[in-house]
Nanobody
Framework: QVQLVESGGGSVQAGGSLRLSCAAS????????MGWFRQAPGKEREFVAA????????YYADSVKGRFTISRDNAKNTVYLQMNSLNSEDTAVYYC??????????????????WGQGTQVTVSS
């Protein structure tokens, strides 16, 4: 079992920044990758960013490339999502997730076994 706790969400004006954190506990040594997803009201959960635990390779949705940065601190078992140049379309609940194996695409929510409770990000224009 892996437990994930997100923090750092909040309200910000367009053009502003937020930094999300995801603290992992439990069987964290079995993590293949960590990902961030988001879900806006009435929309499906979508991939935002991911990072492979071993070599640190990163992946981003086209909509956030150049604005968001995912990083990790393995000593703290924590993954971060730095979000810059936020706009209203970034408003959503953001979820941290853990992917245990290399099977399946890193962008697919169904391939992640463990999820955090989510943190709300609201961007006002």
């Amino acid at each position: 079992q892996v437990q994930l706790v997100e923090s750092g969400g909040g309200s910000v004006q367009a053009g502003g920044s937020l930094r999300l954190s995801c603290a992992a506990s439990g069987r964290t040594f079995s993590n293949y990758a960590m990902g961030w997803f988001r879900q806006a009201p009435g929309k499906e959960r979508e991939f935002v960013a991911a990072i492979k635990q071993s070599e640190g390779s990163t992946y981003y949705a086209d909509s956030v490339k150049g604005r968001f940065t995912i990083s990790r601190d393995n000593a703290k078992n924590t993954v971060y999502l730095q979000m810059n140049s936020l706009n209203s379309e970034d408003t959503a609940v953001y979820y941290c997730a853990s992917k245990s194996t290399a099977v399946g695409f890193i962008t697919t929510p169904g391939r992640y076994a463990y999820w955090g409770q989510g943190t709300q990000v609201t961007v006002s224009s």
